[in-house]
């Protein structure tokens, strides 16, 4: 019997639009995943991916001008920037509303207990009021009410939650990480509080990547975490990676399929 594989996507803000590239570039190879976990924008592709979704065309649709923009609703609140009813009712689409025991592969999403502290595993119920929930950039995205807690991003605990997929009995895991590195422009207040954060989060990223098979971190410092508009170059960035890093993933998860 083969290894259980698990894939951790974390987070990233607009940075993790790699996922979305590196994830078609798992779909060309072939690659049986068995469980995936993602984490705030990671949560987010991998729903979409665990719901069985043509990553090509969501790439046609969030590279479209001015799509991303629209997903984000402005609110004069002292919760958040963002209400984030839009971006749930579009992930409510995407997924046909599924729930997590719909979806074709495994999915657990990560978010954080904004009263106690504690980093919350989502994988009963909607898979996008679950998403919504893991996406709560604290500042910009209000907090969400969900399951008798108040969530917000599961970055806050843990960024690329693999001890999450080893717990969940994974054997062999692919883990993508798209904070490397820092923004050398701050050009806003929400950029300098998330940058403050990702420094934060550093220490604890260390100690959770350790317990990945492989690391993959594409070299996307460069792009803002709000920086929307770069959707684009995020994908083809994710797509370069997993393609230069091929013939690891298939040693590592143990896959003999060339890409066609």
């Known amino acids: 019997m083969s290894p259980k594989r698990g894939l ?5 803000g607009a940075r993790g639009f790699a996922h979305l590239g590196f994830l078609q570039v798992l779909e060309e190879l072939k690659m049986k995943i068995d469980m995936v976990v993602g984490c705030s924008a990671g949560a987010i ?4 991916w665990c719901a069985g979704l043509d990553l090509y065309r969501i790439e046609r649709l969030l590279t479209y001008p001015g799509f991303s923009k629209k997903l984000l609703d402005p609110t004069v609140s002292k919760e958040g920037l963002v209400k984030g009813d839009r971006i749930l009712e579009v992930l409510r689409l995407l997924t046909r509303d599924m729930e997590f025991v719909d979806l074709k592969i495994p999915l657990a999403v990560v978010a954080t207990d904004l009263e106690n502290g504690e ?9 996008a009021q679950a ?9 910009f995205f209000k907090p969400y009410h969900y399951q008798g807690r108040l969530l917000v991003d599961g970055a806050v605990k843990s960024r690329l939650p693999v001890h999450i997929a080893r717990s969940m ?10 904070r490397r590195g820092f923004a050398s422009k701050l050009t806003s207040a929400m950029d300098i509080l998330l940058q403050s954060v990702e420094i934060l989060e550093d220490e604890v990223f260390r100690l959770h990547c350790a317990d990945s098979d492989l ?5 996307i410092g460069h792009i803002g975490s709000f920086q929307f508009d770069r959707a684009e170059e995020a994908i083809q960035l994710g797509r370069s990676e997993a393609l230069a890093q091929s013939s690891e993933i298939r040693r590592i998860m143990e896959i003999g399929v060339e890409i066609s």
């Open 8 to 12: 951790v996507l974390g987070a990233g």
């Open 45 to 48: 592709f991998g729903s979409l």
């Open 119 to 127: 980093l919350v595993v989502l994988n009963e119920g909607s898979v």
């Open 131 to 139: 998403v919504r929930a893991s996406i709560s950039i604290p500042g």
């Open 169 to 178: 009995g994974a054997e062999k895991i692919l883990a993508v990480d798209v």
């Open 215 to 219: 690391l993959i971190q594409p070299d």
